[in-house]
């Protein structure tokens, strides 16, 4: 067990503990909106959930990382002559769902009034609904940040370890993140938008992860992403005096 001590391995395993809450961030911020959704009681339950099972799936996908990489450009189906492995499939369903979801999360907030005339009433979020979205969703996010794992530590102790540590940091701060964003519309709405660009972005990488990698797509996203939020954090900071922000319609729980 002396090599898990080494240089090396203490290095590696700090690395990975910051990739893992970096490649995590929209991970937090879909669970955030989800949560948000559920009854106050449920929250805290909600979010204990998530960590527990994200640290089980993530535990599980490391020890079944070679048989995972083993199947990176097998066919498992195939339409129109365009061959699809595992890998593949889960990110163009990822994506898929994670567009919707977030597409109908953005009309519920901006047009709940409409629909309440139109006498459509949104039921508040069931927990077991809410886990189960947390934990499919949280199995495609899981790949990257299981690759990852693979190709920054040697030994799988340092995987699990740096996976269980970024999450349950992930858990300490979701809090604070998830109330940070509910009190802020603005944030709410480009949240939003950014998990409509991460969807899309899977879809990509489903389609053809090789092209994706070429075009280096994601850090284009991931900048999008960090200019505009840096950009409302100056919006915010003018505006903070002169007028209260709008109000986003929630469910009635």
């Known amino acids: 067990m002396s090599y898990l001590f080494t240089m090396d391995s203490l290095v590696s395993f700090l690395v990975l503990v910051v990739l893992e809450i970096v490649l995590g961030i929209d991970n937090v911020i879909f669970v955030s909106i989800i949560l948000n959704r559920l009854p106050n009681k449920d929250q805290k339950k909600g979010r204990f959930t998530w960590m527990v099972t994200g640290m089980v799936m993530r535990s599980i996908l490391l020890f079944g990382l070679t048989w995972l990489l083993a199947q990176k450009g097998k066919s498992v189906i195939t339409v129109f002559e365009k061959s699809?492995?595992?890998?593949?499939?889960?990110?163009?369903?990822?994506?898929?769902?994670?567009?919707?979801?977030?597409?109908?999360?953005?009309?519920?907030?901006?047009?709940?009034?409409?629909?309440?005339?139109?006498?459509?009433?949104?039921?508040?979020?069931?927990?077991?609904?809410?886990?189960?979205?947390?934990?499919?969703?949280?199995?495609?996010?899981?790949?990257?940040?299981?690759?990852?794992?693979?190709?920054?530590?040697?030994?799988?102790?340092?995987?699990?370890?740096?996976?269980?540590?970024?999450?349950?940091?992930?858990?300490?701060?979701?809090?604070?993140?998830?109330?940070?964003?509910?009190?802020?519309?603005?944030l709410k709405m480009l949240a939003l938008s950014f998990l409509v660009m991460i969807g899309f972005v899977l879809l990509v990488e489903g389609w053809n992860s090789e092209q994706l990698h070429d075009m280096q797509l994601k850090n284009y996203v991931y900048f999008a992403m960090a200019f505009s939020f840096a950009v409302e954090l100056m919006n915010m900071k003018e505006r903070k005096k002169k007028r209260k922000p709008v109000e986003l319609h929630e469910p009635k729980l």
């Open 84 to 186: 699809f492995d595992l890998s593949s499939l889960v990110m163009l369903a990822g994506g898929l769902f994670l567009i919707y979801k977030t597409v109908k999360e953005i009309h519920e907030k901006l047009e709940g009034d409409a629909d309440i005339e139109a006498g459509i009433v949104s039921k508040p979020l069931s927990f077991s609904n809410a886990v189960f979205q947390i934990i499919l969703i949280d199995m495609v996010f899981s790949f990257d940040s299981i690759i990852t794992a693979g190709g920054t530590a040697k030994h799988i102790e340092i995987m699990i370890a740096a996976v269980v540590i970024a999450m349950i940091i992930m858990f300490l701060f979701s809090p604070a993140i998830s109330s940070f964003i509910h009190k802020h519309p603005t």
